[in-house]
């Protein structure tokens, strides 16, 4: 029996599920108002040349391992392999973070007298529910992670009009007059736009999984402009609700979503804790769902890699479900390690646990580097390669949304090693330390595989 393949709504629900994120896209709120326009001006001069990049590169090459089967075919084995292995890795990372998000939401919800290794205990389970998702195989991932898309929708939805129904009634947090609007360009905006090009990240994910999308040529362009036009409007329609509930200055990153939220609820009246409750539940699932997207994609594309078909471990399939479980277990034991870590250490001493983070966000950057180039070499290089869609405008078109898209990234990557207090030993030392050892050791998994 034929396998039922991934249809344009299920892609663009897989897309959203993925790119859209309620625990990071907060952060830029801090600025005011303003952050809003820059959310505008970096979804025009960044998403769409990203997204037109991925349209032509997932329709000409409709290969498992997206990314991965790009940068090969552009720049050989070796760089697709490191590609591969800091996609896989920088998920490995990024899962303690999503689940410490879960479990403290969770705690300030429902039990805000948790101990803190009892939040724990929940962000490591979650963290195993998700390997055991995965190992399931493609067909439970993308159900998943469909239900979430439609959730994550009408939350951000539901949050916007509340948004709009708290102001009338109670008056905006923050001024929302037109020059509110205006930007300054200082180091503060080109910061707040790198971490918005970060939760912007994620239009190849589908790719990783090209074998099983309908009509790839077609719906993956397509799927393109539909995702990118929602998530666009979702995370604009976030921000405007976190900005009218909560005052700039006062915007914490980690619990400022879900502080909104109680606070936008009150609306509801007598009502309010019990809406309050649902909406949190809803908001707790995408977070899992998520990680799901993500994990399968670093998974699916590690999985293509040369050396993942030579070790024992990363190359080992689940006999039932002919999956990577090794790859899903492994990443669920140095995801436990890192919540472990952050919750034994604790108190001030949580700074190194957001140290290892900003070094998975650094990695996270890295296969973006090779993205770029990788479509303007081989669009010179395959030109006889039939493109069922092509980046607008020519060679100038492509050429601009390359350069534009690599020099975001860049910008990025550089960023992260500016901090406000100078040359910080711990901080600084484990990003570049951590990003050696991690290269070293992709490039030792490579050579062990071609002997």
């Keep these: 029996?034929?396998?039922?393949?991934?249809?344009?709504?299920?892609?663009?629900?897989?897309?959203?599920?993925?790119?859209?994120?309620?625990?990071?896209?907060?952060?830029?709120?801090?600025?005011?108002?303003?952050?809003?326009?820059?959310?505008?001006l970096t979804a025009l001069l960044f998403f769409i040349p990203y997204g037109l990049i991925n349209a032509e590169l997932g329709a000409a090459y409709p290969e498992d391992g997206g990314i991965y089967a790009w940068v090969k075919r552009a720049f050989g084995e070796l760089q697709a392999t490191l590609v591969a292995w800091f996609y896989w890795v920088n998920v490995a990372f990024w899962m303690p973070a999503v689940f410490i998000a879960f479990s403290t939401w969770?705690?300030?919800?429902?039990?805000?007298?948790?101990?803190?290794?009892?939040s724990g205990g929940i962000a490591i389970i979650m963290c195993w529910v998700v390997v055991y998702i995965g190992i399931r195989g493609v067909d439970l991932s993308i159900t998943v992670t469909n239900i979430a898309a439609i959730l994550k929708v009408s939350l951000l939805v539901v949050f916007g009009l509340l948004g709009v129904v708290y102001g009338i009634q109670n008056g905006f947090a923050n001024d929302f007059s037109l020059s509110s609007f205006a930007l300054t360009f200082d180091f503060?905006?080109?910061?707040?736009?790198?971490?918005?090009?970060?939760?912007?990240?994620?239009?190849?994910?589908?790719?990783?999984?090209?074998?099983?999308?309908?009509?790839?040529?077609?719906?993956?362009?397509?799927?393109t402009v539909l995702a990118g036009i929602l998530i666009a409007a979702l995370y604009i329609i976030g921000t405007f609700g976190v900005l009218v509930a909560i005052p700039a200055d006062a915007?914490?990153?980690?619990?400022?979503?879900?502080?909104?939220?109680?606070?936008?609820?009150?609306?509801?009246?007598?009502?309010?804790?019990?809406?309050?409750?649902?909406?949190?539940?809803?908001?707790?699932?995408?977070?899992?769902?998520?990680?799901?997207?993500?994990?399968?994609?670093?998974?699916?594309?590690?999985?293509?890699?040369?050396?993942?078909?030579?070790?024992?471990?990363?190359?080992?399939?689940?006999?039932?479900?002919?999956?990577?479980?090794?790859?899903?277990?492994?990443?669920?034991?140095?995801?436990?390690?890192?919540?472990?870590?952050?919750?034994?250490?604790?108190?001030?001493?949580?700074?190194a646990f957001?140290?290892?983070?900003?070094?998975?966000?650094?990695?996270?950057?890295?296969?973006?580097?090779?993205?770029?180039?990788?479509?303007?070499?081989?669009?010179?290089?395959?030109?006889?390669?039939?493109?069922?869609?092509?980046?607008?405008?020519?060679?100038?078109?492509?050429?601009?949304?390359s350069t534009i898209g690599f020099l975001f990234i860049a910008v990025g990557i550089i960023l992260l090693f500016v901090t406000g207090e100078g040359w910080d030993p711990l901080y600084h030392l484990t990003l570049i330390i951590g990003t050696s050892i991690t290269t070293l050791y992709g490039l030792i998994l490579y050579r062990k595989s071609k002997r």
């Design 1 to 40: 029996m034929e396998q039922k393949k991934v249809s344009l709504f299920k892609m663009v629900s897989f897309t959203v599920c993925g790119i859209v994120v309620l625990d990071t896209f907060v952060a830029p709120a801090a600025m005011g108002v303003s952050s809003i326009t820059v959310w505008l």
């Design 106 to 118: 969770f705690a300030l919800a429902f039990a805000p007298n948790m101990s803190m290794w009892a």
């Design 188 to 223: 503060d905006t080109i910061a707040f736009s790198s971490a918005i090009v970060y939760n912007l990240l994620g239009f190849e994910l589908i790719s990783s999984i090209a074998s099983e999308i309908d009509n790839p040529g077609k719906n993956i362009p397509k799927m």
């Design 251 to 351: 915007i914490d990153p980690l619990d400022g979503f879900l502080i909104a939220i109680r606070e936008l609820c009150s609306v509801f009246g007598g009502a309010q804790t019990a809406v309050f409750n649902v909406i949190i539940v809803i908001a707790l699932f995408t977070l899992v769902s998520n990680m799901i997207s993500w994990t399968l994609g670093g998974v699916e594309v590690l999985d293509e890699a040369e050396f993942t078909k030579k070790t024992k471990v990363l190359g080992h399939r689940n006999a039932k479900y002919n999956t990577p479980d090794y790859s899903y277990i492994l990443m669920g034991v140095i995801s436990t390690v890192l919540i472990l870590f952050n919750f034994a250490l604790s108190g001030s001493a949580n700074d």
């Design 354 to 401: 957001w140290t290892i983070l900003s070094f998975s966000f650094l990695v996270f950057f890295l296969p973006y580097l090779w993205l770029f180039p990788a479509a303007v070499k081989l669009r010179n290089k395959d030109a006889d390669t039939p493109r069922p869609y092509k980046v607008p405008f020519g060679k100038f078109g492509l050429y601009f949304a």
